[in-house]
């Protein structure tokens, strides 16, 4: 059984450009929710997805987007990329069965913008 | 706003040594979680504690929840060098499960 996956593992990027960073879930979980953890700190919730839309969005600029799509994958796209935005970024999965959503994280993208 | 404090911020020990870090807040949670991350890798879950006072074990690892539900601990004996890592505990944010708040995290080395 597949965990969380999540592509690609590392990626540089200049500022001002545009990233796409990949998520499938573990087998079985529908939603997903994505993280920024900056380095020395802990995550920070970015947005979740459930049912192909953005339920809930943590305090994060609209640079920062995502979609879902029907086998429960998701992307996160960040545009126009600052030097602030280098961090890893990690998505979790789970399911939503209406009490307690255990999320399962993936390894992470770490993201180095220069 | 619901934030989690850890401390200590690191820590560092010798192989078979005890040690305890804590996550405290000024705010109720319905539940908060413990999760460890090693270098390169995601979080995993480790235990979530849901009842006021409650008290759970892992082989080694002991979780306690605040009886007021504010505040939990994290003890583990005998340290070993594979219980090296960032422990890092977290609580719902509101609305559903999926936004948790996380603490800074306490990064362990148990070295041999």
């Known amino acids: 059984d597949a965990g969380v996956t999540q592509s690609p593992t590392h990626l540089i990027k200049t500022r001002g450009q545009q990233v796409t960073l990949r998520c499938s879930p573990k087998s079985g979980h529908d939603t997903v929710s994505w993280y920024q953890q900056a380095l020395g700190q802990g995550p920070q919730f970015i947005f979740q997805?459930?049912?192909?839309?953005?339920?809930q969005r943590g305090n994060f600029p609209d640079r920062f987007s995502g979609h879902q799509f029907p086998n429960y994958s998701s992307e996160l796209n960040v545009n126009a990329l600052l030097l602030g935005d280098s961090a890893l970024y990690l998505c979790?999965?789970?399911?939503?069965?209406?009490?307690?959503?255990?999320?399962?994280f993936g390894p992470g993208t770490r993201l180095l913008v220069l | 706003t619901q934030l989690l404090e850890q401390s200590p911020q690191f820590l560092s020990i010798q192989e078979g040594e005890n040690l305890t870090v804590y996550c405290n807040s000024s705010?109720?949670?319905?539940?908060l979680q413990w999760y460890r991350q090693e270098p390169g890798e995601g979080p995993v879950l480790l235990v979530t504690?849901?009842?006021?006072?409650e008290v759970k074990k892992l082989k080694r690892l002991t979780f306690q929840f605040g009886d007021a539900r504010k505040d939990s601990s994290l003890h583990i004996t005998a340290a070993q060098p594979g219980d090296t890592g960032l422990y890092l505990c977290a609580g719902p944010g509101g609305g559903s499960q999926g936004n948790l708040i996380f603490g800074k995290g306490t990064k362990l080395s148990v070295k041999p």
């Open positions: 979790a999965s789970s399911w939503r069965d209406g009490y307690q959503e255990t999320q399962y």
């Open positions: 504690v849901v009842t006021g006072g």
């Open positions: 705010s109720v949670f319905s539940s």
């Open positions: 997805y459930y049912e192909e839309e953005e339920r």
